[in-house]
T-cell receptor
């Protein structure tokens, strides 16, 4: 257990569904992140929340919508996804952008 | 933007062998870490090492920030060391960027 918990571990959803990924950190960190890992590609940063303020990666489609209600919780809301969005989604946290800790990830399959 | 390169891309070892993985980065470093990703996708932090040398059991790492590289040493490798090793770093004010990884297979 790393101190960053992600749920669910696996998710299968249809292209018309709406679902949410959840991340919770128990480390007292002040920044949280969503990363996407597709097959044969490097990890890509999607979103950054620092002190609950969002710094957005402009290349992320609007069908991905993050939410950070407080410094310990981070959500990724998904709607009308495409099959190419199937990937491993990893949440991380850090303190002042030092020492990143990752969760176990959610393996998402869009059918 | 900042860039990270890793070599070799793939490495196959016999159990008990030693290895060195290399990470080159494009700018001055604020934060540098080595991670191991196991077959289930879990990213485990191995070292936080923006400079200097650290050791943890059979693993050690060295970062020479002035020359913009970091090395991860694995000694007496075991089959459980198999997986992908990532180097990631950021410059001050930039986002944390991952390299492409080195895929390690340790054979019994």
């Amino acid at each position: 257990e790393t101190g960053v918990t992600q749920t669910p571990r696996h998710l299968v959803m249809g292209m018309t569904n709406k679902k949410s990924l959840k991340c919770e950190q128990h480390l007292g960190h002040n920044a949280m992140y969503w990363y996407k890992q597709s097959a044969k590609k490097p990890l890509e940063l999607m979103f950054v929340y620092s002190l609950e303020e969002r710094v957005e990666n402009n290349s992320v489609p609007s069908r991905f919508s993050p939410e950070c209600p407080n410094s310990s919780h981070l959500f990724l809301h998904l709607h009308t996804l495409q099959p190419e969005d199937s990937a491993l989604y990893l949440c991380a946290s850090s303190q002042d952008r030092h020492g990143y800790t990752f969760g176990s990830g959610t393996r998402l399959t869009v059918v | 933007g900042i860039q990270v390169e890793q070599s070799p891309p793939d490495l196959i070892l016999q159990e008990g062998a030693n290895s060195t993985l290399r990470c080159n980065f494009s700018d001055s470093v604020n934060n540098l870490q080595w991670f191991h990703q196991n077959p289930w996708g879990q990213l485990i932090n191995l070292f936080y090492i923006p400079s200097g040398t650290k050791q943890n059991g059979r693993l050690s790492a060295t970062t020479v920030a002035t020359e913009r590289y970091s090395l991860l040493y694995i000694s007496s490798s075991q089959t459980t060391d198999s997986g992908v090793y990532f180097c990631a770093f950021d410059n001050y004010g930039q986002n944390f960027v991952f390299g492409p990884g080195t895929r390690l297979s340790v054979l019994p």
